[in-house]
């Protein structure tokens, strides 16, 4: 265990069935497996990354990315070519592409994607080759 390393997140859904199926197809792709969980929770866990837990809302207020809250959330990927493989899947399963494969001029190097989970959380796959390395001395 490394200290702030990311232990779980949880998002909340206003249909379980249909965001599992949906984080099943995403989860699956970048390595992490479904295991069994409680009513009203699914989960999904990658040894040495963390847990993503999908859990029912209690209302039907919409997501709002502007507001007070969760912005998006990025996954790593190990290359472009995995952003752009997502892409494809994603493509070919009908989820909402928010924006196709790029350059981004967050970071040298930096090449991502980004799409929604049904109920229009911002989600992100990117490859940040150079994104974590310590500043110059």
């Not at 970048?30 to 990354?49: C, D, E, L, N």
């Not at 752009?84 to 989820?95: C, E, K, Q, R, T």
Request: hydrophobic share 45%.
């Amino acid at each position: 265990m490394a200290l702030g390393a990311l232990s779980h997140i949880a998002f909340t859904s206003s249909d379980l069935d249909r965001s599992a199926a949906f984080y099943d197809l995403v989860l699956g792709f970048i390595g992490y497996t479904r295991w069994p969980a409680v009513a009203g929770q699914a989960k999904w866990k990658k040894p040495g990354v963390g847990i993503v837990l999908i859990y029912t809302a209690k209302n039907d207020r919409a997501h709002d990315r502007a507001a007070p809250g969760l912005h998006h959330y990025a996954f790593e990927a190990d290359s472009r070519a995995e952003v752009d493989a997502l892409h494809a899947l994603l493509a070919a399963n009908d989820v909402t592409t928010l924006d196709a494969p790029a350059d981004y001029a967050y970071t040298s190097g930096y090449y991502a994607m980004f799409f929604a989970d049904p109920d229009g959380l911002k989600l992100e796959l990117c490859f940040a080759p150079h994104a974590y390395t310590p500043p110059p001395t």
